[in-house]
């Protein structure tokens, strides 16, 4: 079975002797848009509709632009082409990437549509809640969306472990919404390991983010004034510090789903000969 120790082994090894090739990918796909986003949210404040809808079409851009990179190092990671190649690749591979991104957010929608059928049901008003007025939902109300939240989520931590290797499916073996059923297939027996590895990297990722945000943050406002409404200096600066830790933690998840990918199909490969023999 794949080591998890030596997937991250192998993980930290191509990021070390690739530096030169990511960096360049990581800076346009992930920590440019990082940096901008950051301020977005503040941008937001009192913006009109058209303003807002302006901001919402950008992060859909980024977010089409953060898949490429992804896409890309995946396909260094897998060895399979320079970094001029890669992005090749990756923009080759990007609408099969695409299109089972929306597959996959469109399965997430229909998971949580029981939460506000049960608030409209319940008599509760939908644009109140989503304007994020305070409103006092009824202990059993409160008590089943929980629950249900609950098990959502530990269903959807389970089916991503399964489908973790989609994306390097997507990229090695040209694959689409195939790719979903392949990455099902290599992940089998490994599912637990799996969730380990996403929870951990989940904590210390959301740890370092928000520690970032919290001292880099206080630091800033000191030096360039307090907060004020909208976009400020230090508001942005701390966006672009947020964003450098961000960008450190994001490259870190298509390098090492390519190697456990590697690892998975090698161990796959082993096991048929084993068995035809």
Same mark, same amino acid.
């Given at each position: 079975?794949?080591?998890?120790?030596?997937?991250?082994?192998?993980?930290?090894?191509?990021? *070390?002797?690739?530096?030169?090739?990511?960096?360049?990918?990581?800076?346009?796909?992930?920590?440019?848009?990082?940096?901008?986003?950051?301020?977005?949210?503040?941008?937001?404040?009192?913006?009109?509709?058209?303003?807002?809808?302006?901001?919402?079409?950008?992060?859909?851009?980024?977010?089409?632009? *953060?898949?490429?990179?992804?896409?890309?190092?995946?396909?260094?990671?897998?060895?399979?082409?320079?970094?001029?190649?890669?992005?090749?690749?990756?923009?080759?591979?990007?609408?099969?990437?695409?299109?089972?991104?929306?597959?996959?957010?469109?399965?997430?929608?229909?998971?949580?549509?029981?939460?506000?059928?049960?608030?409209?049901?319940?008599?509760?008003?939908?644009?109140?809640?989503?304007?994020?007025?305070?409103?006092?939902?009824?202990?059993?109300?409160?008590?089943?969306?929980?629950?249900?939240?609950?098990?959502?989520?530990?269903?959807?931590?389970?089916?991503?472990?399964?489908?973790?290797?989609?994306?390097?499916?997507?990229?090695?073996?040209?694959?689409?919404?195939?790719?979903?059923?392949?990455?099902?297939?290599?992940?089998?027996?490994?599912?637990?390991?799996?969730?380990?590895?996403?929870?951990?990297?989940?904590?210390?990722?959301?740890? *370092?983010?928000?520690?970032?945000?919290?001292?880099?943050? *206080?630091?800033?406002?000191?030096?360039?004034?307090?907060?004020?409404?909208?976009?400020?200096?230090?508001?942005?600066?701390?966006?672009?510090?947020?964003?450098?830790?961000?960008?450190?933690?994001?490259?870190?998840?298509?390098?090492?789903?390519?190697?456990?990918?590697?690892?998975?199909?090698?161990?796959?490969?082993?096991?048929?000969?084993?068995?035809?023999?």
């Amino acid at each position: 079975m794949a080591k998890m120790g030596t997937v991250w082994d192998r993980t930290a090894e191509f990021l *070390s002797d690739n530096l030169g090739a990511v960096l360049p990918v990581a800076l346009l796909a992930f920590f440019v848009p990082a940096s901008i986003e950051g301020s977005f949210q503040a941008a937001k404040a009192g913006a009109g509709t058209a303003l807002a809808l302006s901001l919402y079409l950008v992060q859909i851009a980024f977010g089409i632009l *953060s898949i490429w990179g992804s896409l890309t190092i995946s396909a260094m990671a897998l060895d399979m082409a320079d970094v001029r190649g890669a992005g090749r690749i990756g923009r080759n591979r990007l609408l099969p990437a695409l299109a089972v991104s929306v597959l996959i957010f469109a399965a997430m929608f229909v998971l949580a549509l029981p939460v506000p059928l049960a608030l409209q049901l319940g008599g509760y008003d939908l644009m109140e809640i989503a304007r994020g007025t305070n409103v006092s939902l009824s202990p059993q109300i409160a008590g089943g969306i929980a629950l249900y939240m609950l098990v959502a989520l530990c269903l959807i931590l389970w089916i991503g472990a399964r489908l973790f290797v989609t994306n390097p499916v997507i990229v090695r073996e040209k694959r689409m919404f195939s790719a979903l059923r392949q990455s099902w297939k290599l992940t089998r027996g490994m599912t637990w390991r799996i969730i380990g590895v996403i929870l951990l990297f989940a904590l210390v990722s959301w740890v *370092s983010i928000l520690a970032a945000n919290m001292v880099f943050g *206080s630091i800033f406002t000191l030096v360039a004034g307090g907060p004020a409404d909208g976009i400020s200096l230090a508001g942005v600066l701390t966006s672009v510090v947020v964003a450098a830790v961000q960008t450190g933690f994001t490259v870190l998840v298509p390098a090492f789903t390519a190697k456990l990918y590697l690892a998975l199909t090698a161990e796959a490969g082993l096991r048929d000969g084993v068995l035809r023999a």
